[in-house]
C-alpha cells in the first residue's frame, strides 16, 4: 500500500509540474546540444562543459530563453571568425546577466568550427557574445573560454557574409533565425 501511495503522489506531482514520469523519477543531465538556424542551413553546436562549465551553462540558459534569435553576426573576418550575441550588434552589448569569470584551458584548441566566448580585455568579461573559427586560431589557446564545437553544418558557417577591413564590420550581417537547446 506504502508504495501504491508513493506511485500515486509522484505521479500527482508530475501531471501538475507538467514533466514526464521519467523527468520526475530520473536525473536528465542538460542538453549539450544547440541547434542554430541560418539562412545557409542548420548548424549543431555541442557544448563543452567539461571545458568551460560556466560558459557551457550560460548558452544553453541564454538559448532556452530565445535571447538569440534573430542576433545578427555583426563581425566576420574572413579565415577567422563570426561573431555574435549581442543584440546592439554593437560589439558591446550583452545580457543582463553577470560576466563570467574566465574558463581558459590548455585541454583544448581552438580549431575550425570551434566556438569561443567573446570579451573585452578583461579576461572575465564574457556574457553572452560568441564566436565560431572558420579556419584554426590556435594563437587564442589559453586566452579566450572555448565553450563547444560545431560538429555539423559548418558549411553553412562558412557562407556568413564577411565584414570589410581588418575589424571585420558587416554591412547588412546575417543573423541568427532560430537558436535551440536540442
Do not use: H
Amino acid at each position: 500500500m506504502t508504495n501504491r501511495r508513493t506511485f500515486i503522489t509522484a505521479a500527482t506531482a508530475t501531471l501538475l509540474t507538467g514533466a514526464t514520469m521519467s523527468e520526475a523519477t530520473a536525473d536528465t543531465p542538460a542538453s549539450n546540444t544547440l541547434k542554430m538556424t541560418l539562412k545557409y542551413g542548420e548548424v549543431t553546436i555541442t557544448l563543452r562543459p567539461d571545458l568551460a562549465p560556466l560558459a557551457a551553462e550560460r548558452l544553453r540558459v541564454l538559448t532556452a530563453q530565445g535571447f538569440y534569435d534573430g542576433c545578427k553576426f555583426f563581425r566576420v573576418i574572413a579565415g577567422f571568425m563570426a561573431q555574435t550575441g549581442d543584440p546592439t550588434n554593437t560589439g558591446t552589448g550583452g545580457s543582463s546577466l553577470p560576466n563570467l569569470p574566465a574558463e581558459f584551458t590548455n585541454d583544448a584548441s581552438f580549431l575550425t568550427g570551434t566556438v569561443g566566448m567573446a570579451r573585452t580585455q578583461d579576461p572575465n568579461s564574457a556574457n553572452s557574445q560568441f564566436f565560431i573559427c572558420f579556419d584554426p586560431c590556435s594563437w587564442l589557446d589559453g586566452q579566450y573560454t572555448i565553450v563547444g564545437q560545431v560538429t555539423a553544418g559548418m558549411d553553412a558557417v562558412q557562407q556568413i557574409k564577411k565584414g570589410s577591413g581588418s575589424g571585420g564590420v558587416v554591412q547588412d550581417p546575417d543573423s541568427i533565425i532560430k537558436m535551440v537547446v536540442a
